[in-house]
C-alpha cells in the first residue's frame, strides 16, 4: 500500500504563485507515474498533470499547460505541482494519485489517492 500526503494549500490571489506538495511512503515509488488531480464544489475530479517514473515525461491539462510544472524528487519519494498565474477557476481541493498505467488521464485508472490539499484563489 502506498501512502500519499499532501500539503501546502492556501489563499492566494489571482496572479499569485503556489506550490503544492505530495509525500510518498510505504511502498516503491518508482513503480508509479505520479498524478494531480482537482475537484471544485460541485464538479467531478478533473486531471491536471501528470509525470512518468523517471520525472522525464510530463503532460498536462490543457487549462494549465504552460501555467502548471509538475516534477518528482524519486530520492525523496514527492511530487510537486508549482502553479503559476493562479486564476480564480482553478479553486478545488488538489490531490494527488499513484498509478500503474502510463499516460492516463482517468481517475479509475489510480491506484492510490491523497486526503487532498485546498487551493483557493480569490478575484
Known amino acids: 500500500q502506498v501512502q500519499l500526503v499532501e500539503s501546502g494549500g492556501g489563499l492566494v490571489q489571482a496572479g499569485d504563485s503556489l506550490s503544492v506538495t505530495c509525500a510518498a511512503s510505504g511502498g516503491t515509488f518508482t513503480r508509479y507515474e505520479m498524478a494531480w488531480f482537482r475537484q471544485a464544489p460541485g464538479k467531478e475530479r478533473e486531471f491536471v498533470a501528470a509525470?512518468?517514473?523517471?520525472?522525464?515525461?510530463?503532460y498536462y491539462a490543457d487549462s494549465v499547460k504552460g501555467r502548471f510544472t509538475i516534477s518528482r524528487d524519486n530520492a525523496k519519494n514527492t511530487v510537486d505541482l508549482q502553479m503559476n498565474s493562479l486564476e480564480p477557476e482553478d479553486t478545488a481541493v488538489y490531490y494527488c494519485?499513484?498509478?500503474?498505467?502510463?499516460?492516463?488521464?482517468?481517475?479509475?485508472?489510480?491506484?492510490?489517492w491523497g486526503q487532498g490539499t485546498q487551493v483557493t484563489v480569490s478575484s
Open positions: 509525470v512518468s517514473w523517471s520525472g522525464g515525461t510530463q
Open positions: 494519485a499513484a498509478t500503474r498505467y502510463t499516460r492516463t488521464v482517468r481517475p479509475g485508472h489510480y491506484d492510490f
